[in-house]
Nanobody, 121 residues
């Protein structure tokens, strides 16, 4: 499966953005999907994940209550709604797909190119 993230940009603190991750292939609905981010000089970190059917979600503590992950299997797309953005949310955001039947924060098989999110103070 091929993944392509989009929707990033330059925003001010407190603003919102919605990222999209479009997937190719007819098996998208069988994958758990995750969002990750990597800030300059830092390791990639988990942001959020959603099960194949959207029934299970998990978030990093740093984004809980501000970010919402969702998916539309008919459109082969997963979203990340980001509200109340902070300067520390600045990073390249990437999406990933996991073949595991369980929700995971770490075990992903396919990765897409990221989209830059920059939050100014």
């Amino acid at each position: 499966v091929q993944l392509q993230a989009s929707g990033g940009g330059l925003v001010q603190a407190g603003d919102s953005l919605r990222l999209s991750c479009a997937a190719s292939g007819r098996t998208f609905s069988s994958y758990a999907m995750g969002w990750f981010r990597q800030a300059p000089g830092k390791e990639r970190e988990f942001v959020a994940a959603i099960s194949w059917d959207g029934s299970a979600l998990t978030y990093a503590d740093s984004v809980m209550g501000r970010f919402t992950i969702s998916r539309d299997n008919a459109k082969n797309t997963v979203y990340l709604r980001m509200n109340s953005l902070k300067p520390e949310d600045t990073a390249v955001y990437s999406c990933a797909a996991s073949r595991l039947p369980i929700l995971t924060r770490t075990l992903y098989d396919y990765w897409g190119q990221g989209t830059q999110v920059t939050v100014s103070s």
